[in-house]
Structure formats: structure tokens, C-alpha cells
């Protein structure tokens, strides 16, 4: 019997994955002046244990201004390098691919972390050591009321900025990742600057879709060009903008479309982020409520694609996958309830040593268990 596709090996590029469990990126507000912590080797590497394909790291900002708050993770500095391999390093050593997702808030910096609703930051924060600071945009619109005004990058402040996602890149590289994904989603810099409601500019970067998507591109170029050349990029996209917005699905394709020119690999396919005074619909939380979007991407646009969002059950990912709907499956959410989430999927789809994704410390104990119940009939 073979394998069921979810959990049988893919190859992206020169890259073999032992199969096509994604762990979603996850911000976990526990990075200290931009580097990762005890916290994300155990919370990292527990999923690398417990058999997924690929681990990402949450967000991590190629700018130090490019933070949400301060305890979001960055690589904006040599100094980061060494804190990530120790974790990359434990990812592989336990068959996962370690990946980096790179990110940059632009004007949804400045803020307390999500129990506190994002609340920006005030004086009063700064005396307790955390000064507000001011987000760059593509306009001078803030991320919502009562957030600072950002400032609006000019010709000189975009080419800085680009500049640093290549930097942070190469660091990437330095620090052992072997995916890098391209954070374009959920109201950040680069979906800043896609957006209509937040880019008013009248310059090459604003105006029509082929201006908005420029910033866009000319990070994933850059960041193709040093991306080691068997190893993937991906880029993750708000397919549709949340309640109100403009962007829409006929716009992703066109993006996918150019993303795939550039040698991008994968789409991971999200949405929402920016919210504003249109008719578009918020999109309901039912179970695989974006898988349409990674489908149509993937038929139209012809790159291969990774489904997200509220994908809980085995038997759901397989079909998303039979029906060629996604190339990969990430899960956030579940695998904090179950990081060992790969192996349910094995016993659920029927693979036969399903066990054997976990360590030998773990799955020799398993089996013998598997088997005295076997012979004992329970
Ligand atoms: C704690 C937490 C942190 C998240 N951080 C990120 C992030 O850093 N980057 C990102 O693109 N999405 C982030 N997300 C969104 C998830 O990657 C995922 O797209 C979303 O939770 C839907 O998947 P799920 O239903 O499997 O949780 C985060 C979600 C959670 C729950």
C-alpha cells in the first residue's frame, strides 16, 4: 500500500522534505533585543521531534524599526547568527527542514504584544524601558487609530530597505536555514505597499497594480539571488484583504503570476491584515477556509502552493492534497495543542510504520507498546 501524500517525501528545488507537514510560522514575543531564546529551541524543536517536514521560525524582522514589539524576533544584526544555528541545527539533526520566515511591520510597529490587542505603545511604556517608535509605510496613514504616523519611505528609504531584507538573507543563510520565506501578508510593510487603502503614493511604487506589487519583486529578486540556488523561497500572501479591503483574489494571481517569474517556489496562501471602508466580505473561519485561494494560485498562477487555516484533521489535509488543491499543509494552531501532530496523521491515514518519524529514544518504546497491545488484543 502506498503512502498517504501527507506524509510521503516532496522535493522542492534541491531540498527533500521527509514529508508535507508545515509548521506555520508562530510569533512567540519571547526574543530578547531581537534574538531567539531557550523558549524557541524548546518550542521549535518539539515540532522538529515530533516529525514535521518543515519548522518555521516565527516572523523575524530584517530591521530593528521593522518590529511589532519588542520581544518580536530579528535578524538584523551578525550578533542574531549564532542563537538561530543552535536551532537550526537541532531542527535538522531531527529530519526537519529548519525555515525562516523574514518580515518587516512597516507602519504596525510600535506595539504591546497580541493579549494586549496590539495596543501601541505610549510614554508610559517608555518608562518602563520600551519607547514608541515610529513605523515606515508606503503612506502616511496609521495602521489603525490611536497608532503613531508612519513615516513614508522615500526613493532612498526603500532602496535601504530592500537592502536589509538581503542582508538578512544572507544571515539566514549563516545561521543554517534552508527556506526562506518572504512575510508579503497579513498588513505588513510589503502588504503596505499592494494595498491600495494603505499606498496613496503617486510615484513608481503606488498608483496601478504593477506599481504596488514593485516592492514586492524587488525583495523576492533580491532575495532569490543570494537564496542558495537548490534551496526554496517562499512567499507568503494575503490572498484577499480582511473586512472592507480592496485586494482581491484576481490580484493575487497577477502577484503569484510574477512571483513564480522570479523564481519564487511556493505561495502560502492567507489573508486579511488590512481592514477599510470597501465591501469586501470578512472570510468566514470555517475548517481549510483558505484552501480556495492556495488552489486557484496553484491552477493559475502554476507555482506550487501551502494551504493554511484551520486545517485540524489528517484525513482533511489528504484530500487537499488528492484533489491538488496545495503542494503542502501548515498547521499553527493544532500542533500547539499536539506537536506531535505528524504521528497522528500516520495512524489516522493508515501508514504502516508510522512511528518512525519520531526519534529512536521515543518510537523503540512505542512500538514494543504497539506490539504487547497487538498480541494481547487491546
Ligand atoms: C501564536 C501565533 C503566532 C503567529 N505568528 C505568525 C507569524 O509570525 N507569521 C505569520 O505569517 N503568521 C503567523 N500566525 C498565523 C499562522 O501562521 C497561521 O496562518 C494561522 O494561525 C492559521 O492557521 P491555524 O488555523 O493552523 O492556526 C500566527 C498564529 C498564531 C496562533
Redesign the pocket.
Known sequence: MSDPLLLSPITLRGLTLRNRIVV?????YASKDGAPTDWHLVHLGKFALGGAGIVFC??TAVEERGRKTYGCAGIYDDRHIPAYRRITDFIRSHGASPAI?L?HAGRKASCGP?WTNFRPLTEEDAAAGMTPWRGVSASEIPAKPGALTPIQLDEAGIEEVIGSWRTAAQRSIDAGFEICEI?G??GYLIQQFLSPLSNTRTDAWGGSLENRMRLALRISEEIRAVWPEDKPVFF?VSAVDGTGGAWDMDDTVALSKALQARGIDVVTC?SGGINGPLNMAVVPRVPGYQVPYAERVRREANIATCA?????EPRHAEEILHAGQADLI?????V?VDPNWPVRAGRELGKEDYLDVLPPDYAWWLRRREEIRRISNV
Open positions: 506555520s510560522p508562530m510569533c512567540q516565527e516572523e520566515q518580515g497580541p512575510h501578508a497579513h507568503r492567507s493554511v487555516g484551520l486545517i485540524t501548515a498547521l499553527a494552531r493544532e500547539m
